[in-house]
């Protein structure tokens, strides 16, 4: 029996049927059309389908949609405000951080809960923070470099 689920998702609220067995991942992309986070273990070794789930990092394939219930989740896809691209979104560009970019909303979004919960961390924390997400492409190196970029402009316009 499928179940009424009410939840916020990067601040609108959200309304949808979940079947019992449905990942909070696939409500996000086939009920509510965000099709950021990606699937690509289906096991939380991966990081791709990373989203913030009540200020906390969780993989949305290893949790049900029925969980999700009154929670507020935040993906990649609210990251942005309107066009303003997140700091860390332009620091991935501006360093060259994604090449196929299928682990890239996974990366942003840990990367931002991160500094969401820590504005000034350590090469070896953001390191640490990010090692759950897997990239075969970019070597991790530009990823870190954007992150502690990010961070440090962060942390500029807040003393501003």
């Known amino acids: 029996m499928k ?3 009410t ?24 009920e ?8 690509g273990c289906g096991s939380g070794d991966c990081g791709a389908c990373s989203v913030v789930v009540d200020g906390r990092l969780v993989c949305s ?6 969980e999700a219930e009154g929670h507020r989740i935040e993906t990649i896809e ?4 309107g066009s303003v691209l997140h700091p860390l979104q332009r620091k991935f560009i501006e360093h060259a951080a994604l090449q196929c970019g299928f682990c890239t909303p996974g990366l942003l979004v840990a990367a ?24 075969r492409c970019t070597g991790y190196d530009k ?15 807040r003393v501003a």
Not at 61 to 66: D, N, R, Y
Not at 78 to 81: I, L
């Open 3 to 5: 179940q009424h689920v």
């Open 7 to 30: 939840a916020t998702v990067n601040g609108d609220p959200v309304e949808f049927l979940s079947d019992p067995g449905m990942t909070l991942l696939d409500a996000l992309r086939d």
């Open 32 to 39: 509510l059309g965000l099709t950021g986070s990606k699937e």
């Open 61 to 66: 394939c290893l949790m049900l949609a029925a």
């Open 78 to 81: 609210g990251m942005a405000e």
């Open 112 to 135: 931002k809960a991160l500094l969401d919960s820590n504005p000034d961390p350590s090469e070896t924390e953001v390191r640490y923070w990010l090692a759950g997400n897997l990239c």
């Open 143 to 157: 990823v870190i470099r954007a992150v502690m970029d990010a961070g440090a402009e962060m942390r500029q316009a």
